[in-house]
């Protein structure tokens, strides 16, 4: 597989080197991406990066993942219009240990194959260097002149934002320059990538190797990822879209994918998935022959949910979706646990009540109305169910004085009251 042929036809290149192209196709190449620690998980927005390290193992090439310890304590300038909050090393380390999980699922860290994945933490490296060791081992190398002229630099100082730069973020390109002439040096890391607002710092990681050591190296980036619409990718109401079930569900997760719009999702299926080019090109004519049927974004959400949690949260997901969208069964409500359930229907009405009125048992009726203000009189919920429209856990509600007990709870809390076909209410049992 070539590795720049595979990334081209994806729309994963937005910068290359001249010359990139061949040192890949000479030898087993091994490049690495950075990656920001600032949290304990990655977002969507690390997985263009990601995919990048993937295809490039796939090639047969050394990926190397490195967390950014020492460059995380600084924060980088780029377009970035303020500075961020410094970490320190018991948190860092943390979330090194947390975004290496994540990345198992991608690359292979594991293996005894000559291109087995690395991850290294530039804090192991930065840490014991002085301040003067570096303005003589390092900044005299790169001059002023060639520092002011990078994009993230000069933006920065042209904006609105009154602050300005401070000294700590100017000399983050330095940082991040030595880190690609460290891995040059000690383990043959011949190129970088990284996101297309990455250009600057990478080149001059190659440039300060180019004027130490005088050996090849390399960069490549890809396009900064956004929506049809103009929107910013990855971000949704409620924050970023994080691997981490713990911050987004796997249900959301694949909500968030399966909800994109068919060109994003023809541009999307390229980037975040495996799949290869006649199995996408056959899934954008069957999108087209049959919009309504959104093959791409079915598709898109099972291959990239599986890849990031496992095959059982997909089926799951895909149940949780059948459950407030289909005719589905209480056998399948039943399943759901507390975070699909609480994620499923999130933003529904919800009402607390105390858990004794339920182990006591309490006829339908009183409970939906003066319990849980779900309707306003016992007569039209009375109604309502005579005419067949009120279900309990998607089982119709046979007579409005049904004694409801502990045995309606799902996951021991909560019950879900459907009225008419598509208001739902939850009522939760404390």
Not at 224 to 233: E, H, N, S, Y
Not at 305 to 323: K, L, N
Request: overall charge negative; glycine content about 8%.
């Amino acid at each position: 597989m070539n590795f720049v042929e595979e990334l081209q036809w994806r729309g994963m290149i937005h910068n290359i080197m001249p010359g990139t192209e061949e040192q890949l196709q000479k030898e087993m190449t091994t490049a690495y991406v950075g990656i920001d620690p600032t949290a304990d998980s990655l977002h969507i927005g690390h997985l263009v990066s990601i995919m990048m390290l993937k295809h490039l193992q796939r090639a047969g090439h050394k990926p190397i993942a490195l967390v950014g310890g020492a460059t995380g304590m600084i924060g980088d300038p780029s377009m970035k219009s303020q500075e961020r909050k410094l970490l320190d090393e018991e948190t860092l380390r943390h979330n090194q240990n947390a975004i290496k999980k994540q990345l198992s699922k991608f690359l292979d860290f594991d293996s005894d194959a000559p291109n087995a994945a690395e991850l290294v933490n530039n804090y192991d490296w930065m840490k014991n260097f002085s301040f003067l060791d570096f303005i003589r081992d390092v900044g005299k190398y790169i001059t002023v002149n060639y520092m002011m002229a990078k994009d993230s630099v000069k933006k920065r100082l042209a904006g609105d934002n009154n602050n300005g730069l401070s000294f700590t973020e100017f000399s983050y390109q330095l940082v991040q320059g030595y880190d690609f002439a460290y891995l040059n040096r000690t383990k043959n890391c011949k190129l970088q990538m990284g996101g297309s607002d990455q250009w600057g710092n990478i080149t001059t990681g190659t440039e300060l190797i180019r004027r130490t050591t005088g050996a090849e190296a390399y960069a490549l980036t890809c396009p900064l990822i956004t929506k049809a619409d103009g929107g910013k990718f990855g971000k949704t109401e409620s924050g970023n879209v994080w691997l981490d079930p713990r911050y987004t569900s796997p249900y959301k997760f694949y909500q968030f994918w399966l909800n994109v719009s068919d060109e994003d999702a023809a541009k999307y299926i390229k980037i975040f998935t495996d799949l290869d080019k006649d199995t996408i090109d056959s899934l954008i004519a069957e999108q087209a022959e049959a919009p309504h049927l959104r093959p791409l974004q079915k598709r898109l959400a099972k291959e990239i949910t599986t890849m990031v949690h496992s095959a059982a949260d997909y089926e799951a997901a895909v149940e949780a979706s059948g459950i407030l969208f289909g005719n589905s069964t209480s056998e399948q409500l039943r399943k759901l646990n507390e975070d699909t359930l609480l994620a499923v229907f999130e933003g529904v009405p919800q009402f607390e009540i105390s858990k004794e009125i339920i182990t006591g048992g309490i006829k339908a009726v009183d409970l939906t109305t003066e319990h849980a203000a779900i309707f306003p009189s016992k007569g039209e919920m009375r109604k309502l169910t005579q005419g067949g429209g009120v279900s309990l856990n998607k089982e119709k509600l046979e007579n409005f004085d049904t004694i409801i007990d502990s045995s309606f709870l799902l996951n021991n809390k909560y019950i879900l009251v459907q009225k008419g076909k598509k208001n739902y209410f939850l009522i939760i049992a404390k």
